[in-house]
């Protein structure tokens, strides 16, 4: 994760909803998958959690 300072973060990905909504599942089925090791994994910025939007679309290709 790229920082500009201690209090100014990038936002390096989707969030948790963002994602879910463009994966067409409901935010507990990726809290699950990410669980089972499955599908996009996250990556925690303090207590949010985000996607990467690269690796979402890479899931959406693999799937469909």
Known sequence: ???LDSHIRLRPGLLQKEAADELQVSTRTLQRWSRQGFGPQPVRDGSRVLYDPAAV???K???R
Do not use: S
């Open 57 to 59: 679309e890479a899931f």
């Open 61 to 63: 290709a693999g799937v």
């Open 1 to 3: 994760m790229i920082t």
